[in-house]
């Protein structure tokens, strides 16, 4: 199967960004299958979100194993994700997948 290419990125950190970096953890070989299934559209609609700068989601050598890397504008545009998410075809398939993240707010840009 090909690979999904899943990076995007629009711009670099600034003051008040919020960044969430992570994991997606699949339990078995069916939670990866609905991730593959999933994640197309799932990407589409969060890349054409006003507030996102970057969004990857990107398989790593162990198959149940996703790195997980998003870049919203500020704290409104990351909680405007997270309600979208909710409602969302991918949140229905996913949401019972562990998920190691963390989230933060930049205190300044660089580059």
Do not use: K, N
Request: aromatic letters at 6%; proline letters at 5%; glycine letters at 8%.
């Amino acid at each position: 199967m090909d690979d999904v290419l899943t990076e995007d990125t629009r711009g670099e950190g600034r003051a008040g960004a919020v960044e969430l970096t992570g994991r997606l953890l699949c339990a078995d070989p069916d939670e990866a299958a609905a991730v593959r299934r999933h994640l197309p559209e799932h990407v589409a609609l969060t890349r054409a979100e006003p507030g996102c700068l970057r969004f990857a989601v990107e398989p790593t050598e162990d198959p149940l194993i996703w790195t997980v890397s998003e870049l919203f504008v500020d704290r409104a545009a990351f909680e405007e994700h997270q309600l979208r998410v909710r409602s969302s075809p991918w949140f229905e398939a996913t949401s019972e997948i562990a998920r190691d993240y963390v989230v933060e707010t930049l205190s300044g840009g660089h580059g």
